[in-house]
């Protein structure tokens, strides 16, 4: 099993790979990259897994865009590229590119059989849904023949809209807007960050997702990848938290130890892990 990590700055790491978002081109990242700052970063850690994260909805006046940042793409050393607008499939085909996708369409990679439509469009890795349940996704692991992802540690994206909703909602009240608030979902009495950007409006749920406790699991059923996002949590908690989940994978540490220490210094919410999503109509 390997570790990916995306970090806030990037720093030395003991991570397997490195999750790089690529500017003008992604959504839900507190740190973009350019292509040329990308490509300095790939030379300066050749031992490194790079995968690059290109998940906005692509519009038509970005085609021609998309199209040449792809072939620059492609003459680098990466590993593969998370995407979430289709056209960034097509366009591997037209455009005959032999990088490998990720597809990362959020609460949409929750089932086998649309994993493996995916793997025979040719498409290598997924991204799983991080609302559904360890059980779940063993069985995606089980019966699917793409390579799955898992993310383990992070506050949650939950939401995205190119709209600058922070903008608008302080400008309708005639006050001075801010880039970022925390809300009050009142149904759920649950807090959330909101995050306006360039790109639009990003929604984070504050609350971190502790995932340690189905590290040992994801092992055993031969999940090759998990995933650890730095944003919001102190750097060098991350990088001991990175250090001590390498030597957890390699059986160097005790279960006990590694998970008491972690359940403290990041809670206990696994989020949906263990927790079913159950729609009922009222």
Do not use: H
Request: charged letters at 25%; aromatic letters at 12%; glycine letters at 2%.
């Amino acid at each position: 099993m390997k570790i990916l990590v995306e970090l806030e700055n990037q720093e030395q790491t003991t991570a397997d790979g490195l999750i790089l978002a690529l500017k003008d081109f992604s959504v839900q990242s507190k740190t973009t990259y350019t292509k040329e700052e990308i490509s300095k970063i790939i030379n300066q850690n050749p031992d490194k897994e790079i995968f690059i994260s290109l998940n906005k909805n692509i519009f038509n006046s970005e085609i021609e865009a998309l199209k040449e940042t792809l072939l620059y793409l492609d003459t680098l050393n990466i590993k593969g590229i998370f995407f979430y607008d289709l056209a960034v499939l097509q366009l591997k085909k037209e455009l005959n590119l032999k990088v490998d996708l990720v597809w990362n369409q959020t609460y949409m990679v929750n089932n086998y059989k649309t994993c493996n439509y995916y793997y025979q469009k040719g498409v290598k890795y997924a991204l799983l849904s991080k609302e559904i349940t360890l059980a779940e996704i063993i069985e995606i692991v089980k019966r699917s023949s793409i390579t799955p992802m898992v993310e383990v540690v992070s506050f949650p994206s939950v939401a995205f809209s190119k709209r600058t909703l922070i903008t608008n909602y302080y400008k309708n009240l005639n006050k001075q807007p801010k880039k970022e608030i925390t809300v009050l979902e009142k149904a759920t009495n649950q807090e959330y960050e909101i995050i306006e950007d360039e790109s639009g409006t990003n929604f984070f749920f504050k609350k971190l997702t502790n995932g340690t406790v189905v590290i040992k699991d994801l092992y055993e059923n031969k999940v090759p990848y998990i995933i650890m996002r730095e944003y919001g949590i102190d750097s060098e908690l991350f990088k001991e938290l990175t250090n001590d989940t390498k030597e957890y994978i390699k059986g160097n540490c005790e279960d006990t130890n590694y998970l008491l220490k972690y359940q403290k210094l990041l809670g206990d919410n696994t989020n949906f892990f263990f927790k079913k999503t159950i729609y009922q109509v009222r």
